[in-house]
């Protein structure tokens, strides 16, 4: 109790000393700042009042060359100087304060936060300067001939030099070009007094701050001493009980790893012999006996495997395996085998898989498929009405590496915030109740989220009493590359492709999109017919609808297109007809875009870029392959090559002036057609390969979502740098 009561009072006088420091350095901070605002703005007012001197003195030189030479063009600069005075021409860019601006001078000095005398005196300089101004435009006149009047009128006469030349060089104007100098030059020096007087005050603050602050680290210096040494030796206390622990935990872990094998082994045995005497010729009452036994065996069994996983993972002999597994595959796995158990129970079950393109996840895919089973199969168990979802998107690629999200979502019971942080503690359930009514043993979560830790994984739990809940996780996976044969699908090997009879309409506002997509229906025999926006797509539809003509087979249609975009032309196309299939083509395929595409009628949703074969596995969704024909690799490659030709020379075409188009856009405020043309670079950049563009025009494209500009000017210049180096790669390789 005694060095818990030292340990109080040190830990407060240390902390109290933190809190000085920090205060004191803020102070001291905020004081800089002081000194570094102060400074600015007398720099401001000494560049106004050296501006002024300037002025004067441009004014003098300008008209006594006008006055000896005659030149026009030196009245021509004496104007020029008096109306950038007045604020009716812009500043040159050279003018230490507002340059390129049109200000009058005037509003420069009000705005400056002289003091009183300051300003009276650079009034004074600057009334002088006008009026010495009248004298140089006499002198001026006279040179061209023009004289004024008594009355203040001016009449023309003969130009009379020498009185121009008089008036610039005589000893009273020189004496009025020194008084305009003497109120400036006050000034200066009052300025100079007032700045020392204020940092001369600033000076002492920051010595006081100082010396607190370093008070303050003396003192946290000490008694962070004092609370080492007490907290070593408490330490070594709590390490010794710590590892008194481990050892007790461990040797349970090595027993129940021991029994639950034991009992396991004559557990195999009454289910085989149960199974084999379910084979024969029995009566019904001892079948019945027989079937009860066998069940409640098998959930015996699931117990005791639990129970031996837990002791794995506690004892660390859990071993992983890390070999390639089809992602799609698993998953499609893990809904044939749920499946049953949620049409038993009349629950809907969604599956939302992102295909993982050309390469192939290294892990252990008999762990990864008992979690999502373990998931999936609580969602079930605790939903009585509704649905279970499960998403698996690709979060983050890097060259060796995917990063793949998985969520679980149910419309069950739920919990409360405290039922949420008991249920991952071995054989507790989120209530006691829980247990009688739905049975299990409450290990199913915790060794989902133990084998999580160990993959490099976190179990998330959101839930909400009466609602549902939500179990998401990332694994992060090194990767193989896979050839394309792998990808071909079902019935097709790599030199084969399915040919089709139909007609799809392809809303897409993209020249390029267009190119690729029609030249990939019209190779498996299909007829696009293009629309450049939604607007035009719902038309056609709504026309062939008004006449009675044969509606498109599919429609292929893109989200971001201009007059009206694939969500709203989607909606109104399923007003019309909801009979005709919608096929999303777009780059944004995470979970919830898909979500939103299927609440506005879309039925299903190809990536981009896509590959043939996902092309193919699409429409084998909608056709009827009418035949299979062979091609030879070196004929597909040509018309690939062709391909890229036409859309390279697409790119030029449509893109030279692109940057230039996107950053207008963005001057003028229309951020929408802004965002619009980043989205459809990225598509372009994409569809030739152009990585490293279709990453800078993603960064620009996500920075003017929702309206709003949040690019950096970083991004901007990076965006120009790879358009004009994609422009000139291209023109090499057409050239």
């Not at 007087?197 to 603050?205: F, H, T, V």
């Not at 872990?253 to 024969?280: C, Q, Y």
């Amino acid at each position: 109790m005694r060095i818990k009561k030292i340990l109080i009072i040190s830990g407060s006088i240390f902390f109290t000393a933190i809190f000085a420091i920090l205060i004191s350095y803020l102070n001291m901070n905020r004081d800089y700042e002081i000194v570094k605002e102060s400074a600015d703005k007398r720099y401001i007012r000494q560049s106004i009042a050296e501006e002024i001197k300037d002025i004067s003195y441009n004014l003098t030189a300008t008209a006594r060359k006008f006055v000896v030479t005659g030149d026009e063009r030196y009245a021509d600069e004496f104007e020029t100087i008096l109306k950038v005075m007045v604020g009716e021409s812009p500043r040159s860019e050279d003018c230490l304060i507002a340059p390129g601006r049109s200000v009058p001078l005037s509003n420069l000095m009000e705005s400056a936060e002289f003091s009183e005398h300051e300003l009276r005196l650079l009034t004074d300089s600057v009334y002088l300067s006008d009026m010495l101004a009248e004298t140089e435009r006499e002198a001026m006149n006279a040179v061209r001939g023009i004289f004024r009047n008594e009355d203040g009128s001016y009449t023309r006469s003969d130009p009379d030099r020498e009185l121009g030349i008089y008036l610039m060089f005589n000893q009273e104007y020189i004496d009025a070009v020194s008084a305009i100098h003497d109120p400036l030059n006050e000034s200066i020096r009052i300025m100079n007094e007032r700045s020392l007087s204020e940092n001369e005050l600033i000076r002492s603050r920051l010595e006081s701050s100082e010396r607190i602050m370093m008070t303050a680290v003396v003192m946290t210096i000490l008694m962070f001493i004092v609370i080492m040494f007490l907290g070593l030796r408490e330490t070594a206390k709590f390490e010794k009980q710590r590892i008194e622990a481990e050892t007790a935990n461990a040797a349970k872990s090595v027993f129940l790893a021991k029994m639950s094998h034991e009992i396991r082994t004559p557990m195999n045995s009454v289910i085989g012999f149960t199974e084999l005497a379910l084979d024969d010729d029995i009566p019904e009452k001892t079948e019945n006996y027989l079937t009860k036994i066998k069940s409640n065996t098998v959930w015996l069994l699931q117990i005791i495997n639990d129970i031996l996983d837990i002791s794995k993972i506690e004892s660390g002999k859990m071993e992983f395996e890390s070999i390639p597994f089809d992602m799609y595959e698993l998953l499609n796995s893990c809904r044939s085998t749920i499946k049953p158990k949620a049409t038993e129970k009349n629950i809907e079950l969604y599956f939302y898989i992102e295909q993982i393109q050309n390469r192939m996840p290294l892990g252990d895919p008999t762990r990864l498929l008992q979690i999502l089973m373990n998931l999936l199969s609580n969602a079930i168990k605790f939903t009585e009405t509704g649905t279970v979802k499960l998403y698996a998107t690709v979060k983050n690629e890097t060259e060796k590496t995917i990063k793949v999200f998985f969520e679980v979502k149910d419309t069950g019971i739920g919990m409360t915030v405290d039922q949420t942080e008991k249920i991952l503690k071995p054989f507790e359930q989120a209530e006691s109740g829980t247990t009688r009514k739905y049975g299990g043993t409450g290990l199913g979560l915790v060794i989902v989220s133990q084998l999580l830790e160990q993959m490099g994984g976190k179990l998330n739990i959101m839930s909400t009493l009466g609602e549902g809940s939500n179990f998401s996780f990332e694994l992060t996976f090194e990767t193989i590359e896979i050839y394309d044969e792998v990808e071909a699908g079902p019935g097709f090997n790599e030199y084969e492709k399915p040919m089709f009879e139909g007609e799809i309409l392809v809303c897409e506002d993209n020249v390029m999109n267009q190119q690729v997509i029609c030249d990939h229906l019209e190779r498996v025999g299909i007829k696009p017919i293009v629309a450049e926006n939604g607007s035009i797509g719902y038309e056609m539809v709504q026309n062939r609808e008004n006449r009675g003509k044969k509606q498109f087979d599919i429609i292929f249609m893109d989200m971001h297109m201009p007059v009206m975009d694939g969500l709203e032309s989607s909606g109104k196309i399923k007003d019309l007809n909801p009979k005709i299939p919608i096929v999303a083509m777009t780059a944004n395929v995470m979970a919830d875009d898909i979500e939103i595409y299927r609440r506005n009628g879309i039925n299903d949703y190809i990536g981009k870029p896509f590959t043939s074969q996902e092309l193919w596995r699409c429409l084998m969704k909608y056709f009827k392959p009418v035949s299979v024909i062979s091609g030879d690799e070196k004929s597909r490659s040509d018309k690939d090559k062709e391909l890229k030709r036409l859309l390279s020379e697409n790119f030029l075409e449509e893109n030279t002036r692109i940057y230039s188009e996107i950053t207008d856009a963005v001057n003028t405020g229309d951020i929408k057609l802004a965002h619009r043309m980043a989205h459809s670079l990225k598509s372009n950049a994409g569809l030739l390969g152009i990585v490293t563009l279709q990453k800078s025009a993603e960064e620009v494209e996500e920075g003017l979502k929702n309206g709003k500009v949040n690019v950096t000017r970083e991004q901007f210049d990076m965006l120009e740098i790879e358009i004009d180096k994609a422009i000139s790669s291209l023109k090499e390789t057409l050239e």
